[in-house]
Nanobody
Framework: VQLQASGGGLVQAGGSLRLSCASS????????MRWYRQAPGKQRGLVAS???????NYADSVKGRFTISRDNAKNTVYLQMNSLKPEDTAVYYC???????????????WGQGTLVTVSS
């Protein structure tokens, strides 16, 4: 089982990027999916989350600019980032609660991270 994040890159302030994170492997079901980010010298923090039912939650710093969504048929979570600011520069990590064969509970898995750089 793995989570593969993609879509990062270099963008000018005010621009947009769309991150994707695909879950693959022997997955029975997926509960909540999330995006975190970690800027240089700072702790990793939650950016946005989405439940299996589609309920979303955002960090105050990205409300109104970022949108999290998911495609359950593709086991994929997205993060649409608009009006990007230099302070959004960070490595973005996806995270999901996966039910895999064996354990009778969901386990948290992490993707490898994708770098987003916003230039001023």
């Amino acid at each position: 089982v793995q989570l593969q994040a993609s879509g990062g890159g270099l963008v000018q302030a005010g621009g947009s990027l769309r991150l994707s994170c695909a879950s693959s492997g022997s997955i029975v079901s997926i509960d909540s999916m999330r995006w975190y980010r970690q800027a240089p010298g700072k702790q990793r923090g939650l950016v946005a989350s989405i439940t299996n039912g589609g309920s979303t939650n955002y960090a105050d710093s990205v409300k109104g600019r970022f949108t999290i969504s998911r495609d359950n048929a593709k086991n994929t979570v997205y993060l649409q980032m608009n009006s990007l600011k230099p302070e959004d520069t960070a490595v973005y990590y996806c995270n999901a609660d996966l039910l895999v064969p064996g354990p009778a509970y969901h386990t948290e898995y992490w993707g490898q991270g994708t770098l987003v750089t916003v230039s001023s």
